[in-house]
């Protein structure tokens, strides 16, 4: 195991400590209402009492975004391993990753045809 | 374990730095907005208004905690810390100097965009959590930005690592400071990939032009719509730190980080992270807002095929340009 | 002294995976399925793959988690959110999970050459490089194809579903139409 | 009787306009949204309910009467020479207007003569004054559209500056800031101070030098102009329809202004340039109102050199508000205020002679908020907003 995923495990030990302690001293800080009123608990709705659920159902175009991202993603990661040794293979490497981003490129051509991107 | 205490060391000073540069960051934002404004901002609490932020601070740590009746409480309560531990988390791999980093990770680059991907999942706990309309629509338009700018965000980054083939930040840094800044040559892929990073940073981050997650004319506060208080200080504090380190991210990457003549490599580091920082006010302060498919269509039709074309680009140079 | 942290993690996955099941709101069951991945990743991590545990936060929790969060936020019947917990049949479940188990660990053991990791226990992100654009480049650019057949997939897919209410973009019906409609 | 779209669609031939909405399922797919009355950009006490399929607004529903004070009933009860300073309080973004079209619907009861200077005079603070609402609006408009914490509010505040130097000029006239109750029936209650006009030219040029700069912020900024445009289309027929006037009408290309069209105050002696943009989007209606900016600061101009000399009033300026009494009569007098026809229609008489049997304002901005439901249905929720703020609505006025 690399040490250095240690010290960073530490770092997020330390960034959670801070968000914890805040909150900690904010119940102690904390000025605390003598009588609690039932309105103050209700969902804020520009003042009218909140009509239906909040849940709405969202548009499918949010999940294709998504999917875009998580491909672009699946790309970068296949990217970075190359990245360290394109120096070293040279123009094969070049070419290979050239292939690639062609490659996936056209599906993004395709997507901006079909204007599968446009939010509205 | 020395590990450990290597990172809970460093961490502890690097969030302390951070969290008092925000603070003294956000006094200097209102009176710079304040002078962009024709007013003079804060002047009361202190010399120059220099105590307000303290005073922000206890103020609001001081306020009631109100929780919605509806409210996922789980949820409800994770967020604000989740989106802080996510926002300050991606400051374990930076370098502020050769020596000063707490985490020297061979994958540094992979962790910022992990750590700081995870941002969705706060976004959508309060969102979702909070159980209400405004936080719903906030917390899915910021995912939805988020994820579209996390694209060209990754391919901006791709740039730095293809041309120094490294991995690690501090990598990346030394490599900078053996040959030349990013930003300044080669001209072609370094400076405009510093540009998409810098807006996808700044879409990252909500800023204006791309705060429409929590577009308060429209939105009434996004995700924090519901949010009082201890709770509401941590969603403000995580985005003035994903600010603040994204501005420290780009000075790495493409400024060549800590690397600079005359003076120690800290003092390098500071200057360029809030020149960074400023710049990301003054835009702030000046421009307008966009509307969620105008931000979409920016992401996708323009940045993310120039961040391939710029990738390529720089391949193309560590491959056939030859000298270094 | 690597037992500790690899325990620990092991200990989280298997406990947010046990919620993931158990949870009866498919939000909650998500984001544990989240701090599921997160575990794997720490495992990752003990087990000196960096760089996989790199991706694997950038891709798993980053990428399919916000898929997933987003799949639910887009389906239609919202009602159904809560699946109740006596429907799921314990025993039926288990007896699955144990043969399901089952047959992956026997796969695993009687495959052939697996226990040789083909980069070796200590392999970093340039070894994998290496392999990526030398032996492995074939594999490598059939990865691109399958990326592009999951995007136009995705396109295909929410397309189909265009004709339906969202069509209608653009509402303003001026009073002239209005009147004409009424008489 | 609470107004509804099922409301007006059944004046309307009882056909809804909002035809698309039955292809929803209405517990399945929209979410029901109260925007407002506490929102922050509602200009006001306004609420709109919003039926939202995801972000696409497919029914808007607007609400009035949050800010209902009775001010007519008000003015029933009140001497006529009481009611100026309560009507102040209408379009609390254009007094001046809101006290000479009461004023004007007065002398045309009495039918009363205004002396040339009074008239001079009140043409001068009409067109100051809508250069002031004008920049409210723009401030306002940049709100919406950019963030109390951000551009926005930087716009904002330049806007409020300008602002400051009309409402500095208007304090020296009347000594108050905001509510002048300046007007009065047959003229002007006070009259110019000593170099008066010097400083109204300077200010005026103050602004003119300024105002470039606002367009470049504005109209010459690409974000402000892709989210203004194509935004909210009106079409001409249909702000017609619905008796809206002002910007918002010609911004849909109908050529029409009280102060060229039926000439008040000094108007017949000024050649009024009006201004009118095709398109009915939000744009059009922008631009409109930045072309009127530059328009009354020439006229203000003009007419500050073209003061005549001579008396305020011609009604004797009274402290007794008993003096004016009627019996009968109604008379009808418009102007057109920053926001379009601002009208005043009393009938005297009734029970007590010195106060009317009915008065009713007609508010342009109630007009332009009946489009909501028209214009807004298809955009999204960022677009409601920038309609909304687009129309340029006084809650004060609408709700009375």
């Known amino acids: 195991m690399q040490s250095a995923w240690l010290s960073a495990f530490a770092f997020l030990l330390v960034s959670t400590l801070v968000g914890a302690g805040l909150l900690g001293a904010a119940s102690v800080l904390r000025v605390r209402a003598k009588y609690d009123s039932p309105l103050k608990h209700n969902t804020y709705e520009c003042g009218e009492e909140p009509a239906g659920m909040s849940w709405m159902q969202f548009h499918a175009r949010y999940y294709v975004v998504a999917l875009f991202f998580v491909l672009f993603d699946v790309e970068a990661a296949f990217f970075f391993p190359w990245a360290t040794v394109l120096r070293e293979e040279g123009t094969s490497a070049f070419i290979a990753a050239v292939t690639f981003a062609a490659v996936l490129m056209l599906g993004w051509l395709y997507a901006v045809r079909k204007e599968a991107l446009e939010w509205q | 374990m020395n590990e450990l205490v290597h990172g809970a060391l460093y961490g502890t000073l690097i969030a302390t730095a951070i969290l008092s540069t925000i603070a003294m960051g956000i006094w200097f934002e209102r009176k710079f907005a304040g002078r962009m404004q024709q007013r003079l901002g804060p002047t009361i609490v202190g010399p120059a208004g220099l105590l307000q932020p303290f005073a922000d601070i206890i103020k609001l740590l001081q306020k009631e905690d109100i929780v919605p009746r509806d409210a996922d409480r789980g949820l409800f309560d994770l967020a604000p810390i989740l989106a802080v531990v996510c926002s300050l988390g991606v400051a374990a791999v930076i370098p502020f100097s050769p020596s000063i980093i707490a985490s020297d990770l ?8 992990g750590i700081g991907g995870l941002m969705v999942i706060p976004t959508f706990a309060a969102g979702w959590g909070s159980n209400n309309k405004f936080a719903l629509l906030g917390a899915m338009r910021a995912i939805a930005q988020s994820v579209s700018y996390g694209v060209p965000l990754v391919l901006a980054v791709l740039v730095p690592v293809v041309l120094s083939g490294s991995l690690s930040i501090s990598g990346i840094v030394a490599w900078q400071a053996q040959h030349h800044w990013f930003a300044v040559w080669p001209i072609v892929p370094g ?16 800023r204006i032009p791309f705060d429409i997650p929590e577009a308060e004319s429209e939105l009434v506060a996004g995700i924090t719509t519901e949010y009082t208080g201890a709770k509401f200080t941590l969603f403000y504090m ?14 790495a990457l493409f400024f060549g980080g800590w690397d600079g003549p005359f003076a120690p490599g800290l003092h390098w580091m500071v200057l360029k992270t809030l020149t960074l920082f400023v710049l990301i006010y003054w835009v702030r302060w000046s421009l307008l807002r966009f509307r969620a498919d105008q931000l979409m269509r920016l992401c996708w039709t323009w940045l993310t095929p120039i961040g391939v074309a710029l990738l390529l680009v720089s391949a193309a140079w560590v491959t056939f340009g030859g000298t270094n | 002294m690597e037992s500790i942290p690899f325990g620990l993690a092991a200990l989280v996955t298997l406990f947010s995976a046990l919620r993931v099941v158990r949870s009866p709101n498919l939000v909650h069951a998500a984001l544990w399925l989240g701090l599921a991945l997160l575990g794997t990743a720490a495992l990752f991590a003990v087990l000196g793959a960096s760089f996989l545990a790199g991706v694997q936060v950038l891709l798993y929790i980053g990428g399919v988690m916000t898929l997933t969060l987003v799949g639910i936020m887009i389906t239609r019947r919202h009602d159904g959110l809560n699946v109740p917990a006596e429907s799921i049949g314990h025993v039926r479940a288990g007896v699955v ?23 070796g226990p200590d392999a970093t992100t340039q070894d994998i490089g290496h392999a990526l654009v030398g032996t492995h480049v074939l594999a490598f650019e059939v990865v691109s194809m399958l990326l592009l057949a999951a995007m136009l997939g995705a396109i295909v897919i929410a397309r189909r579903k265009d004709p339906a209410p969202h069509a209608v973009t653009h509402l303003h019906v001026p009073a002239t139409a209005v009147r004409e409609a009424a008489e | 009787m609470e107004i509804t779209v099922e409301v007006q669609s059944a004046t309307r031939g009882s056909v809804d306009p909002h035809l698309s909405i039955h292809a929803y399922e209405a517990e399945g797919d929209l979410m029901l949204l109260h925007f407002g009355p506490q929102h922050p950009s509602t200009h006001g006490v306004f609420r709109m309910d919003l039926h939202l399929d995801g972000e696409t607004i497919v029914k808007a529903t607007p609400y009035i009467g949050y800010l209902h004070r009775g001010v007519e009933k008000l003015c029933e009860k009140l001497t006529y020479v009481q009611q100026t300073p309560i009507v102040d309080k209408n379009d609390y973004v254009a007094p001046m207007t809101n006290e000479q079209a009461l004023n004007m619907a007065f002398e045309k009861l009495l039918n009363i003569e205004v002396p040339r200077r009074a008239r001079y005079l009140r043409t ?7 250069v002031a609402s004008h920049l409210v609006w723009l401030a306002a408009q940049s709100i919406d559209l950019g963030g109390a914490l951000g551009g926005g509010s930087t716009l904002f505040l330049h806007c409020l500056r300008e602002r400051e130097l009309i409402m500095d000029l208007f304090e020296e006239v009347s000594g108050a800031r905001f509510h002048y109750n300046t007007h009065t029936i047959g003229g002007n209650r006070h009259d110019l101070p000593d170099g008066w006009s010097k400083r109204a030219q300077a200010a005026i040029s103050q602004i003119e030098s300024r105002l470039s700069e606002y367009e470049d912020l504005s109209l010459g900024n690409q974000i402000f102009v892709d ?59 922008a631009k409109v109102r930045f072309r009127e900016i530059r328009e009354s600061l020439r006229l203000a101009r003009v007419a500050i050199d073209g003061i005549p000399e001579g008396p305020i009033c011609s009604f004797k300026p009274t402290r007794q508000p008993t003096q004016v009494k009627l019996t009968g009569g109604q008379a009808y007098a418009a102007l057109e205020s920053p926001r379009g026809e601002l009208g005043t229609f009393v009938i005297a008489g009734g029970d007590t002679p010195t106060s009317p049997y009915r008065l009713k304002i007609r508010a342009p901005s109630l007009h332009a908020l009946a489009a909501i439901p028209y214009i807004v249905p298809g955009a999204n929720v960022s677009d409601a907003v920038a309609i909304l703020g687009s129309l340029d609505p006084i809650m004060g006025e609408v709700d009375r």
């Not at chain 4, 001068?124 to 809508?130: M, P």
């Not at chain 4, 445009?229 to 009280?258: F, N, Q, T, W, Y």
């Open chain 4, 124 to 130: 001068i603070f009409a067109e100051l004054q809508r």
């Open chain 2, 106 to 113: 061979d994958v540094g680059v992979l962790w910022v965009l």
């Open chain 4, 227 to 285: 989210r203004m445009k194509g935004v909210g289309v009106l079409s001409a027929a249909l702000a017609l329809e619905l008796g809206i006037s002002g910007p918002v009408l010609r911004g849909s290309g109908v050529d029409h202004d009280l102060r060229r069209d039926a000439p008040y105050h000094a108007y017949d002696e000024l050649e009024v340039q009006v201004a009118v943009e095709q398109g009915g989007d939000c744009l059009a209606r």
């Open chain 2, 191 to 206: 400076l405009p990939a510093f540009v998409i990073f810098f807006l996808a940073m700044l879409a990252e981050s909500n």
């Open chain 3, 97 to 119: 999970s144990v043969a399901l188990f089952a047959v992956l660990a026997w796969a695993i053991s009687a495959t052939p050459g697996l226990d040789a990791a083909p980069l």
């Open chain 2, 238 to 251: 995580a985005e003035y730190v994903h600010t603040l380190v994204g501005s420290a991210l780009g000075a």
